[in-house]
């Protein structure tokens, strides 16, 4: 899918929606891909994202020597790549992407790929981890950001072309929005 | 609305799709509500949840005061009175509830009012205080939740009866979930 580049400060809108992201990491040599529905913004200017990553994750260690990941927003055409990348392990799947028909695509600065299929990508660096137990919030502050300009017109998403995008509810199934609606202040 | 106990195993669904939250707040004789679309679950059992609080927010103090607060799931048809919640403050507009009206619902487990029109809520007590600057990350654990039987089905959104969730995509524009897949393994 062609991407333009999104302002960074509009980069929080690209996870405004709560939509489930697709987490790549890797260094070069070895990478991986997993989704995560525990995403927010949680800075807008500069853009800082948090993510959840349990401990004993297979990418975890990676994510812990490179200080990166990339979070890549995937629509309802790539539903079945983002639940094989979730209920497989890059322990036994060495090469996600390729066993689940995504592209790599390559990222302006971190060393992970980015998913050619996605309608958008950030680029994010670590800046704080917090304990959690057994998990790990991640704190990490975007880089750089780039979306399909046919999804995301004006520093928002935009559903004029088709764009249907996936939030998880649990198990396989996600629900899917495929239309925006303007409040009015009563 | 009417609302049925959720299991606090599933809790976490509530909040798994992404939508904007309306937060509610109070001590029994001053209370306050506000949309966050920063927030997420970051634990299923014990279910836990974190949301973003400026700091300077007329709310902060009441949560810092009590430790609690509630979080409430609105659908398309109180998108209004969201947006109406966001764009005024509790310094200037003492009864937001009424002012945009909603109904308070008493909480089972703290004194802050739930929503009536909403179609789930937790109740929440906070844990872990996160600095990030301007804002706090709020990580609470839920002690109670509750979703209206038809749009909560076995632990999980149901959208055959009406249920149109909504997660913001920035200013006043929401996208719009209706409707749910279910993804088939590659």
Known sequence: MEWAAVELSR?????NPGCVVLVSVGDGEVDNLFPV????????DPPMVAILSGK???????????GEFGLNVPDE??????LGCGSTTGAEVRDKLTRFGLTRRA?????????????AGLECRVCQVVDLGDSSLLVAQVVAAAASPAHFVDGAYCFDNGLRLIHHLGGARFCVSDRSVE????
Chains 1, 2 share one sequence.
């Open 183 to 186: 409040g009015r202040e009563p």
């Open 107 to 119: 990222a302006a600065r971190i060393a992970a790929p980015l998913v050619e299929e996605a309608v």
């Open 77 to 82: 055409s790539i539903v079945d790549a983002v």
């Open 37 to 44: 529905s525990w995403n927010m913004p949680v800075r807008s």
């Open 56 to 66: 004993d994750h297979h990418s975890y260690p990676i994510i812990a020597r490179t």
């Open 11 to 15: 980069a929080y809108r690209l996870l």
